[in-house]
T-cell receptor, first 112, second 113 residues
């Protein structure tokens, strides 16, 4: 069972570079989410997509854009990376009724 | 704005001990509360989910309780084992579009053999 798959697993960028983080789920879930996790701060929601064709801002959307390409895929784009965006990024998905959210293994992103 | 706090931030115990992890939240208007486990370098795995109308949930050696009125939840781990070593995260969901989760900072647990 693949579940939620994130690529890449690790990435190092220079300030100002752009990058797209990919996420795909094979559980036919409607809702998908992007979080960032920083030390001691738990996970914070960046953007979410309640269903195919819709996206909404979460708690910390500045500096990011998202695309819900189809029901399976939800990508996160950094247009001009900044050191403050160094973090671990998690994608999650959820079915139409009950939780929980299912998480990928994360993308560890460092911006120099 | 909902805020979730977990105490302690880190905990080290000898194998076999029973232990309690604490979670508090500021807004009692929650839809549900979830406890997750996170292993190093991995994503989150859901352990227990308590709906707002429930008081507790149990799974094996784990028991989670919810007191919505006081804004508190506890995760009780019985007879701890080295394999329980991980970070435990608490998250609450409001009754909002997308069922967004607000996470606590986690408790990093180490169980020593």
């Amino acid at each position: 069972n693949a579940g939620v798959t994130q690529t890449p697993k690790f990435q190092v960028l220079k300030t100002g570079q752009s990058m797209t983080l990919q996420c795909a789920q094979d559980m036919n879930h409607n809702s998908m989410y992007w979080y960032r996790q920083d030390p001691g701060m738990g996970l914070r929601l960046i953007y979410y997509s309640a269903s195919e064709g819709t996206t909404d801002k979460g708690e910390v959307p500045n500096g990011y854009n998202v695309s819900r390409l189809n029901k399976r895929e939800f990508s996160l784009r950094l247009e001009s990376a900044a050191p403050s965006q160094t973090s671990v990024y998690f994608c999650a998905s959820k079915g139409p009724l009950m939780p929980p959210q299912h998480f990928g293994d994360g993308t560890r992103l460092s911006i120099l | 704005k909902q805020e979730v706090t977990q105490i302690p931030a880190a905990l080290s115990v000898p194998e076999g001990e029973n232990l309690v992890l604490n979670c508090s939240f500021t807004d009692s208007a929650i839809y549900n509360l979830q406890w997750f486990r996170q292993d190093p370098g991995k994503g989150l795995t859901s352990l227990l989910l308590i709906q707002s109308s429930q008081r507790e949930q149990t799974s094996g050696r784990l028991n989670a309780s919810l007191d919505k009125s006081s804004g508190r939840s506890t995760l009780y781990i019985a007879a701890s084992q080295p394999g329980d070593s991980a970070t435990y995260l608490c998250a609450v969901s409001g009754n909002n579009a997308g069922n967004m989760l607000t996470f606590g900072g986690g408790t990093r647990l180490m169980v020593k053999p």
